[in-house]
C-alpha cells in the first residue's frame, strides 16, 4: 500500500485536514501528515524519505516574491516558512522521481516551484466565479464548470464531470516551461497543469468524493 505524505499548515482546521486524510484512505493510500513548519533540507528529506507520493494541500497564499513580483492586492494567510518547505520538498520529490498531486494552493505551488507565476487576485482582473465569502476557507461550496483538453491525463481523470467545486481568489497565471495547462473555467482560468509524475488541480476533488466516485480519481493516480 503507497504511503501518501499530505503537506498541512499550521492553521488548517482539522475538518479539512480530514477530508485529504478520508480522500487518500478510499483511493487505497496510507496517509502520513508531514507540518510545513518543518525546516532545513536534510530534515525535510528525512520528513520525505519514506513516502512513496506527495499531496500538496490548499491554503493560504504564496508569496509574490517567489514568483519575482511585489504584493498589488490583499493577500490570506501568507506563511512563509510553508512557502520555503514545500518548495524544498517539490525539489526533492521530483529529483526522485515521485508523484506530486497539488491542489488548489498545492497546484500554484507547483507551479511557482517549476517556474510559473500566479494571478494574485481573480477579482480584480474580472474572474468573479471561484469564490464565495460566504462560506468558510476550504470547504469549496461554489461549483463552476470545467473543460479540458481531450486525451490528457486530467481529461481520464474527470471521466466526464464538467462541473468541480471551487475555493480560490488566485490562479496559476503562467505555468512555467515545465507544466502544461490541460483544464480550464469556462472564463479561460486554468483549472488544471500536468507533466510526467506532477498533476495540479485548482479545484477541491476531496470535498465531493462523497458525492460522486470519479472525484477520487486523482488521489488513486497518486497511490499507483
Known amino acids: 500500500m503507497s504511503v501518501i505524505g499530505i503537506t498541512v499548515g499550521p492553521t488548517e482546521r482539522p475538518e479539512i485536514v480530514a477530508s485529504y486524510v478520508n480522500a487518500v484512505q478510499r483511493a487505497g493510500g496510507t496517509p502520513l501528515i508531514i507540518p510545513t513548519s518543518i525546516s532545513g533540507v536534510d530534515h525535510i528529506e528525512d520528513a520525505l524519505r519514506g513516502i512513496d507520493s506527495l499531496l500538496l494541500s490548499g491554503g493560504g497564499d504564496i508569496h509574490p516574491s517567489l514568483y519575482g513580483e511585489k504584493q498589488r492586492t490583499t493577500l490570506d494567510s501568507i506563511d512563509r516558512p510553508r512557502d520555503k518547505m514545500e518548495m524544498i520538498a517539490i525539489d526533492i520529490m521530483i529529483r526522485s522521481d515521485r508523484r506530486i498531486l497539488g491542489i488548489c494552493r498545492g497546484a500554484q505551488m507547483l507551479a ?40 490528457t491525463h486530467v481529461d481520464r481523470i474527470l471521466s466526464g464531470l464538467e462541473l468541480v467545486s471551487s475555493h480560490h ?16 473555467a469556462d472564463d479561460g482560468v486554468i483549472e488544471a497543469v500536468e507533466a510526467p509524475g506532477l498533476l495540479g488541480l485548482q479545484w477541491h476533488p ?19
Do not use: C
Open 112 to 151: 511557482v516551484a517549476t517556474g510559473g507565476t500566479l494571478v494574485q487576485d481573480l477579482p480584480s482582473e474580472g474572474f468573479m466565479n471561484h469564490f464565495d465569502e460566504n462560506h468558510d476557507r476550504g470547504y469549496a461550496k461554489r461549483q463552476h464548470q470545467i473543460k479540458s483538453e481531450s486525451g
Open 206 to 224: 476531496e470535498a465531493s468524493v462523497d458525492l460522486d466516485e470519479r472525484h477520487l480519481e486523482p488521489f488513486r493516480w497518486l497511490t499507483r
Open 169 to 184: 481568489h488566485q490562479a496559476i497565471r503562467d505555468p512555467g516551461t515545465l507544466l502544461v495547462p490541460t483544464a480550464w
